[in-house]
């Protein structure tokens, strides 16, 4: 189609969508033109990863890579003027396969610098490709042909020089038009699995199945509902997939005479004759001429016509770019094509002599706003990147679904806004939607920062409190609605509880009169002391006792046990065994509250109960709970347990003050017993005569002193025969008592009484004597023989001698024994008295050494003086002899003093033997 040059305007600058929209903005879109001046009319470009291939009449290819952009080769195809009718690249720019308008067919490695004839294809005259699989050695492709059919081939390229290839027809269309594009996918769950879409001038097919490419065509072999015709013919027809990076396509875009068919693509659970392509629809041309070429971008139309490229954005479908080429145009030449390589986003459009790059600039920059525009927020907020763009897409959603009414949805949207917490709130307010506010407050406080917004987050707790709880009431009809809203309400409670003032939240609770809702809060708190006042206080005892069972701290015990124990002694008595760590005597007000009388049909008293426990199972040893277990025994009508407890060992009771509850409750047997206890037998024994010998009898026995004991069984005979005149049984105490002899008991009997009751024990005392005296007097003449005995060793001592020899020497010095006085032992053994009367000082006392240096010295002057009277010689005798005890009591060899001198050393410090030094 010719293009009439005179009606441009060349004076007219280069048009941007900033410049048409008359705004000014960072272009996203800039034309770039290439530095390359072809040697002849390019036919077809392609780019592919880093490399760019340019066919250029007749049959030459122009190879370039991008990353040496000076590295440019030259390669001649066919010679005798064939014309190259098409080239494709596979994604990785390996491949390279160039149609020829002959209907030959070349292929081109990348490494190889000759292309090679595809003979198997010759006469197939190639229209599109869909590349399947491919590296850098081997291809597998689908191709269409001029004629409707589409192949199956493989290449591989074994050698840098050697090619082979295989060929099978797998489909022809129902018309024999060209197939102008031809695309091909996996699905991303199952790669046996293949996806095909196919495009003529004005039909596009769809193709699913598996698990090879013939098995699915196969399918579709007698099926005609499987393509979806336009009106008109477009011989430029191109057929373009979008996927991100190279990965698996997501949308298509099909240029035909009406328009670009475009959709997305779904990849799910379809199968065959099912549609993957989906919301679909038909983007009209804005110019009055056909597109010449079509690219697809993420969010972008790229439409090149003969003079100029138009780039429409996919979102608002408004033109953002358009670029006139003037330059073209002035040299009458057209626009030919447009190359997007879909790995690295590199796009080219050429005419039959120039190459211009189309350079995009953050294409996502201004996406979130066009969705924002079309009211797509998820969209929006999708691909916006400031926190401030999320703001004002969340604040515009809001406000577009509380003008529709959606007032839920626009409180959460509310909720994560900056909007005014206060222009929000009386919104909800002015049309009466406090579900919805409560919503909007929900959501509020899972936006603030706890640590900031402390106080805020209190006051909307509290407000959300209680409107949870006038919604609560509001239920009470509706029950399904009303655990729902009571579930929620608890789930908040759980979630906030550190947020709520307690005393506010609880005056709120107990004013609406929600006390399930009170109980629940006050054991999530932890307010067990509030929770278990509230019962009491309306008479729930059992229900706070059982909350008082589940606690720990013994401080609740003791406070709230008084009121309990009142009216629910039982149960409250069981709880208290079970907690072991109480202290009995902090309970003790607590027992004291407690009335027997209050529960006639209990008849074991609880506060006994109680108290029995802790002292025999626990042990407990306070005299406080012993003396006041003692005291409700004493109260009790039955003084057989208190008789018992007080017979008990180790009791810590005070005794005077059991003995003065005894007394104050009149309880005779338990007074005898306390008494006895207090080792007060006489008054134990007179008190029990009052009532009962037998008992009296008992107390008698226990003192250990004998005259105790005697005094009073005599006590109690005299009771017996003075107050009860039973001289019968007073006789029965002389066998019960053997410390009682009828003497004893008679001067307790009246003057003038028959001896008839007591003849035969007079007897028997009298017996008794006559067998006393007679063993009186055989040990009086054992004794007395004894003594003639002892008096006979004395008189034989007193002549006992013994004989030394004239060398006899002594023991200690050494000399002659004769030479000086001496003492003779039993054991032979010969000492003078002057040595061992040296060597006894080192071994004696202090006292007794006083006391020998004293004898020596008054034997020394007795002995120098010239009195020789009696009275002087009695003096010397009694010294020499108080001498003789002290030194020679033992023989000093081999008594007591030498085993004690065992530990006493051989020698000195001073007198050490030099001959043991070496």
Not at 55 to 60: D, L, V
Not at 424 to 453: G, H, M
Request: charged share 25%; with cysteine; aromatic share 12%.
């Amino acid at each position: 189609m010719d293009v009439d040059f005179s009606a441009y305007d060349w004076e007219t600058p280069m048009l941007s969508y900033d410049n048409i929209m008359g705004k000014k903005k960072e272009e996203i879109f800039v034309m770039k033109d290439v530095e390359y001046q072809p040697t002849s009319k390019i036919i077809q470009l392609i780019n592919r990863d880093s490399a760019v291939i340019i066919a250029q009449e007749p049959s030459t290819i122009i190879r370039l890579d991008l990353l040496d952009s000076f590295d440019l080769e030259s390669i001649s195809i066919a010679k005798g003027g064939d014309k190259i009718y098409k080239i494709f690249l596979d994604p990785s720019g390996y491949h390279l396969i160039i149609c020829l308008e002959s209907e030959d067919n070349y292929y081109l490695h990348k490494d190889s610098p000759r292309p090679r004839a595809l003979n198997r294809l010759r006469g197939i005259k190639i229209e599109s490709i869909a590349w399947v699989t491919s590296d850098s050695s081997t291809a597998s492709l689908l191709f269409g042909s001029s004629k409707g059919m589409i192949y199956e081939t493989s290449i591989e390229a074994e050698t840098r020089f050697f090619q082979r290839e295989r060929l099978k027809m797998v489909f022809t269309l129902s018309i024999s038009l060209p197939v102008s594009g031809l695309l091909t996918e996996t699905f991303p769950d199952n790669p046996d699995k293949y996806y095909v879409l196919a495009s003529t001038s004005s039909r596009i097919y769809e193709f699913i199945g598996g698990p090879t490419f013939e098995a699915m065509f196969s399918q579709y072999a007698t099926s005609i509902s499987a393509y979806r015709e336009l009106p008109g013919s477009l011989d430029t027809s191109q057929l373009f997939f979008y996927s991100r990076l190279g990965g698996t396509a997501r949308s298509f875009a099909w240029s035909t005479m009406a328009g670009i068919f475009y959709g997305d693509l779904s990849f799910g659970s379809q199968s065959t004759g099912d549609n993957l392509y989906r919301d679909t629809d038909i983007l009209q041309y804005s110019s009055s001429t056909l597109a010449q070429s079509i690219a697809l971008t993420e969010f972008h139309f790229l439409i090149l016509f003969q003079d100029k490229l138009q780039i429409i954005s996919r979102i608002t479908y408004e033109i953002v770019f358009e670029h006139v080429f003037y330059d073209v145009i002035q040299h009458h030449q057209n626009m030919v094509g447009i190359s997007l390589d879909p790995k690295t986003g590199n796009i080219f459009c050429y005419s039959s002599g120039r190459v211009f790059e189309v350079a995009i600039n953050e294409e996502k920059k201004n996406v979130w706003s066009m969705y924002l525009d079309i009211e797509n927020y998820e969209k929006a907020l999708q691909y916006a990147t400031k926190e401030e763009q999320k703001d004002k897409i969340r604040i515009k959603q809001a406000e577009h679904y509380f003008n529709q009414g959606s007032y839920d949805l626009s409180a959460r949207c509310y909720g994560v806004s900056s909007k005014s917490f206060e222009e929000v709130a009386l919104s909800f307010i002015q049309v009466q939607e406090l579900d919805s506010l409560r919503t909007y407050l929900l959501e509020k406080l899972q936006n603030l920062n706890p640590n900031r917004d402390h106080t805020q987050i209190t006051i909307i707790c509290t407000w959300l409190t209680e409107m949870y709880l006038n919604k609560l009431n509001e239920l009470e009809a509706n029950f399904k609605d009303l655990e729902v809203l009571k579930q929620d309400f608890l789930g908040f409670l759980e979630e906030y509880e550190r947020h709520l003032n307690h005393n506010t939240t609880f005056n709120l609770m107990s004013s609406h009169g929600r006390m399930d809702e009170l109980f629940y809060y006050a054991n999530l708190i932890g307010d067990y002391e509030k929770l278990i006042t509230h019962r009491l206080q309306h008479g729930q005892y059992i229900e706070a006792l059982s909350v008082l069972r589940t606690q720990t701290d013994p401080s609740l015990f003791y406070k709230h046990c008084p009121i309990l124990m009142a009216n629910c002694p039982v149960q409250t008595v069981r709880v208290l065994k079970e907690n072991k760590d109480l202290d009995p005597r902090l309970l003790i007000p607590s027992l004291m509250r407690y009335k027997p009388e209050m529960d006639a049909s209990v008849a074991e008293n609880q506060a006994i109960d109680y108290l029995q426990y802790c002292v025999n199972i626990c042990e407990n040893n306070d005299p406080a709970i012993h003396n006041y277990l003692l005291s409700l025994y004493a109260a009790e009508g039955d003084e057989f347990p208190l008789i018992n407890f007080l017979k008990q060992k180790n009791i810590q009771i005070d005794l005077e003050y059991a003995l003065r509850l005894c007394t104050e409750y009149q309880k005779i047997k338990s007074s005898v017993l306390i008494y006895s206890k207090m080792g007060l037998y006489e008054e134990a024994v007179d008190l029990a005569l009052q009532f009962d010998i037998d008992l009296a009898m008992e107390k008698a026995d226990m003192p250990n002193d004998i005259e105790l004991r005697k005094s009073l069984w005599l006590r109690i005979a005299r009771h017996v025969v003075e107050e009860k005149k039973d001289i019968k049984k007073a006789m029965d105490f002389l066998q019960r008592c053997k410390l009682l002899k009828i003497e004893d008991i008679l001067p307790f009997f009246p003057d003038f009484v028959l001896i008839d009751n007591f003849k035969k024990q007079i007897c028997d005392s009298l017996e008794e004597y006559n067998i006393h005296i007679e063993e009186l007097k055989l040990e009086m003449e054992d004794a007395t023989q004894s003594a003639e005995i002892i008096r006979d060793d004395i008189m034989q001592l007193k002549k006992k001698y013994g004989t030394i020899d004239a060398k006899q020497t002594c023991a200690i010095c050494g000399l002659p024994v004769l030479t000086q006085s001496f003492y003779l032992f039993p054991c032979q053994h010969v000492f003078h008295i002057r040595c061992l009367s040296e060597e006894m000082k080192e071994y004696v006392s202090t006292d007794d050494l006083t006391s020998i240096l004293r004898l020596e010295n008054e034997i020394n002057q007795h002995g120098r003086s010239n009195y020789t009277g009696d009275e002087e010689y009695d003096v010397l005798s009694r010294s020499k002899e108080a001498l003789d005890k002290l030194i020679a009591s033992e023989c000093y060899l081999c008594g007591e003093i030498m085993i004690d001198s065992i530990s006493k050393p051989f020698f000195s410090e001073f007198d050490r033997d030099t001959s043991w030094e070496i």
